[in-house]
């Protein structure tokens, strides 16, 4: 005769909960197993993983690519600033004579003389702590074409010059082919320790 189902217990409360609660404990463990997948997940899953690293890994290696040619042409244009610099702007401690030669050796090419000596002026300029502008203003006679010379001369000069401003006066004799111009030449100047200003 086979086991008779103890009905009494099924009706005692405290088995019925104890039932729900070990069928709720176990879908938990299933769903948890099936969401986690912690014992390693399958072969696809591995796979899209390694994919993804390895897109994040080629992005990540793109930018330090990217970075490493920013820095690159930073580094060349500073380069490049201090050679301009160099080239073209004046030296605090020789600007002066360096303007001063300059225009003599341009007026002596162009057959002009210069009529009285040179005034400087110092001005900062904006946004710099280290250039200044400065302005040579200088007397020359001559003829026009010798004259035309001379601001041609000025141009090519391996300085950086800037003839601002021209004022000609008339021939002193009627007739006459001599001319007298007072220019406005600016300068550059790099001066890092102040001295200049």
Do not use: C, W
């Amino acid at each position: 005769m086979p086991k008779s189902f103890n009905l009494a217990a099924v009706k005692d409360p405290r088995v019925v909960m104890r039932v729900i609660i070990g069928t709720l404990l176990a879908a938990n463990l299933a769903a948890a197993v099936i969401t986690f997948k912690p014992f390693g997940g399958s072969a696809t899953d591995l796979r899209e993983q390694a994919e993804r690293g390895m897109a994040q890994l080629s992005q990540l290696q793109a930018r330090l690519a990217t970075s490493k040619q920013l820095v690159e042409k930073v580094q060349k244009a500073r380069r490049d600033e201090d050679q301009f610099l160099a080239t073209y702007f004046m030296d605090v401690r020789t600007h002066s004579t360096t303007i001063v030669e300059e225009l003599t050796r341009a007026a002596a090419q162009a057959g002009i003389k210069q009529l009285g000596t040179a005034q400087f002026n110092r001005d900062p300029i904006e946004g710099s702590d280290s250039l200044v502008m400065m302005s040579a203003q200088a007397g020359f006679e001559g003829t026009y074409a010798n004259l035309t010379k001379f601001v041609n001369l000025l141009d090519k000069s391996p300085r950086f010059l800037i003839i601002e401003s021209m004022q000609a006066a008339a021939p002193q004799a009627q007739g006459g082919q001599t001319l007298s111009v007072t220019f406005k030449i600016d300068a550059f100047v790099k001066d890092s320790t102040g001295a200049a200003l």
